[in-house]
């Protein structure tokens, strides 16, 4: 029994340092530019639950743990106990055997056999009654004698018997305690087969498909990984050709002539350096500067507030062509946003993919940011679309109080170091953008998070996210909280009265 809660400590032990390590890896994510104290209050993960506001839940998922099957009853094999030996005759005591006389005889051998006549005999036995007698009465001792020493021995044998009987006794009291002990031995020895047999296998069976779809899943993870490695082995070298048309925007590069959507040089304010943004020249007339774009997870989006402020990621790299006909990920910048929007009315396009490939858009007629001073306030309107009014109207899934604090219209953007958003401060376990994983207008806290943390394959649970939290790509109104898109991007262009 030792050996068996042995095994099954070691097991566990084993087991619980798999999780542990399953655990471990996972923390290595978006923010580790900080070290985030982890508030994680894990929520029920089942997918169905709907996040963005911020009540939280506490209510934690037991955590299943390994029972370990009960004993079975002691089995009914009776022990048979081997047959024991006759106990020895006793010995017999012998006769004593008296010697016969008489007859008729002559006296000398020599003269034959003859029957004495009643004179003869006589005479014969006068003559010899003398020594006779003497010779009968030592017969008489002599047989006495022996009959004395016959009963000595007799009562000595009677003794032997005795105590044979008594050793008898015994051995026959040591086989039936010995008895007694092979057939307690035969029952635990039973015990112990049943449970070898069955309790141990069925443990061991238990715990190894247990480990066996860790396994699974660990594979699946390193799949995971090495694809996405070898998405981004190659590193974004911009080694394709500025086409030499420029412009301010790609509303203006497009009239120039520009008609290929590609990475373009602008320059919407001579007082700034020029910089590099791709125009997508086809879409609904095209002209749409890409400010933001998400598609594979090659690029961090757990930036802090300078990256947003300047710009990151990737803007495009060469399709095989001589030109950067493909977009990168990226953010433009919160920097360049604002000043592109200050420009004039602004439209602003969301185009979003999920795994199936389905696609769904958000139009805003108006879009601004304001500059750093005022904390990159967001103004959108005018929605249509098919993708959900999240930035004027939250989550189409909550109600009330709940859904207004949804609502990303008029809401500071806010980055994991700089907390702006519509949730009561100074309180550092507060802040969405720690637990939402990336910069935007956050409030209390999102309905739409396209800078969220990218997950491959799309759904992903509480137990994955870092803080608990729906960090995901997220657009709830299309996909609710925990289906994490394939690609997202945003465009905007200026809107041309004419
Ligand atoms: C807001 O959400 C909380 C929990 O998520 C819920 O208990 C409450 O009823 C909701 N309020 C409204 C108005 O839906």
New binding site residues.
């Given amino acids: 029994m030792l050996t068996q809660s042995k095994i099954m400590k070691l097991l566990l032990l084993f087991l619980l340092s798999v999780v542990v390590v399953v655990k471990s890896q996972a923390a290595v994510d978006y923010d580790d530019e900080e070290e985030v104290a982890t508030t994680a209050a894990p929520v029920d993960g089942d997918g169905v639950d709907a996040r963005g506001?911020r009540?939280l839940?506490k209510k934690r998922e037991p955590y299943p743990t390994l029972r370990p099957a009960p004993l079975p009853p002691s089995s009914g094999f009776r022990y048979r106990a081997r047959p024991t030996k006759p106990p020895a005759a006793g010995r017999k005591r012998e006769q004593v055997a008296f010697p016969d006389h008489g007859g008729c005889k002559h006296m000398s051998e020599e003269l034959g056999v003859l029957c004495p006549t009643g004179c003869e005999l006589r005479t014969a036995l006068l003559k010899q009654e003398r020594t006779v007698k003497p010779t009968v009465q030592d017969l008489t001792d002599k047989v006495q004698k022996l009959e004395q020493s016959t009963s000595t021995i007799y009562s000595y044998t009677h003794l032997l018997d005795e105590r044979l009987a008594k050793k008898q006794k015994q051995v026959l009291d040591n086989q039936n305690v010995i008895s007694q002990y092979n057939k307690e031995v035969e029952e635990h020895y039973t015990f112990i087969k049943d449970n070898l047999d069955n309790n141990i296998p069925t443990n061991l069976r238990l715990l190894r498909s247990v480990v066996d779809s860790l396994q699974k899943k660990i594979q699946e993870l390193q799949k995971t990984v090495t694809s996405q490695l070898q998405d981004c082995r190659t590193p974004c070298t911009v080694s394709c050709n500025i086409p030499v048309v420029s412009g301010k925007e790609c509303e203006d590069i497009i009239r120039k002539g520009g008609e290929t959507s590609e990475m373009y040089l602008v320059q919407p304010d001579p007082f700034f350096k020029p910089y590099r943004v791709y125009c997508d020249m086809k879409t609904d007339n095209g002209g749409w500067l890409l400010i933001q774009n998400r598609q594979d997870g090659s690029v961090n989006f757990g930036r802090p507030w300078d990256s947003y402020k300047k710009g990151f990621g990737n803007v495009a790299s060469s399709g095989g062509k001589n030109y950067c006909d493909t977009p990168g990920e990226y953010w433009l910048g919160n920097d360049k946003i604002s000043q592109l929007t200050k420009m004039g009315p602004t439209e602003l396009l969301i185009e979003l993919e999920d795994w199936n490939g389905d696609k769904v858009k958000a139009h805003y007629g108006g879009f601004s940011i304001q500059g750093e001073a005022n904390k990159y306030q967001l103004s959108v309107s005018n929605y249509r679309g098919t993708a959900g009014n999240a930035l004027l109207e939250g989550a189409s899934q909550?109600?009330?109080?709940?859904?207004t604090m949804t609502i990303h219209n008029s809401m500071f953007f806010s980055t994991f170091d700089r907390d702006n958003d519509g949730w009561p401060n100074p309180d550092p376990k507060k802040q969405c953008s720690k637990e939402d994983g990336g910069g935007w207008w956050y409030n209390r806290c999102h309905s739409a998070n396209p800078n969220g943390r990218y997950y491959w394959g799309g759904h992903y649970t509480s137990e994955m996210a870092k803080h608990g939290t729906d960090d995901g790509m997220v657009w709830m109104n299309w996909k609710g909280s925990w289906h994490s898109l394939k690609k997202a991007s945003m465009k905007i262009r200026p809107i041309i009265q004419e």
């Avoid at 909550?398 to 859904?403: K, S």
């Fill in positions: 506001h009540p839940n909550l109600y009330g109080e709940n859904r």
